[in-house]
């Protein structure tokens, strides 16, 4: 493996993407999404991880579109390291990808897209000496508990923190939790 970060088109993810876009993230529909690997883990907040989504803007979205004049369209980047990807269960690289695609906001009414943050921050000796003291850790905890029994959660249509925009839900129930499994099982070959 070379010294250097070498990238490479990721159409797995992609393809993974796509299902996934369709049952939970129907507000990424017509946004473009470049999928990537690397060959060494991505990192963020001074911390190596297996995936990061990024927004493009500015020089680099008019370097990266060809033919581009005038104001760039913003669009993102889905970078994922390929060693860790294939390590790991089929499983978790639909959950991985579900999570980087939950980082893509899209604000349809002005054009305008934005990474979402995650739902807590916290550490893991706090939660261990507290429990979950904050109410962000309380709806964490009763999601993961859901995720544990085998159920999908709905998509959270609560607003996000700075309550400029608002999480997209799908909500049809069974009909999405069939398919999500059968998304799971699809991103599994």
Known sequence: MSGRKEYARAPEVEAIAGGLIDLCHPHLHGVRIEYLWTNKPPVVGGRPRAAVMRKV??????????????????????????????????EWRVALVDHELKHGGHDEERGTLFIVPHD??????????????????????????????????????????????????????AKRKSAWKAAQVQGAH
């Open 57 to 90: 803007t500015g020089l680099y979205a008019f370097l990266a579109t060809s033919g581009a004049e005038g104001e760039p369209r913003p669009f993102f980047v889905m970078e994922v390291c390929r060693p860790i990807w294939l390590a790991r269960s089929a």
């Open 120 to 173: 807590i921050e916290d550490f893991d000796d706090v939660v261990a000496r507290h429990g979950a003291w904050d109410d962000g850790l309380v709806s964490f905890a009763a999601a993961l508990a859901a995720g544990e029994e085998g159920k999908t959660p709905p998509a959270s249509d609560a607003p996000l923190r700075n309550n400029r925009y608002q999480r997209h839900a799908v909500s049809e129930g």
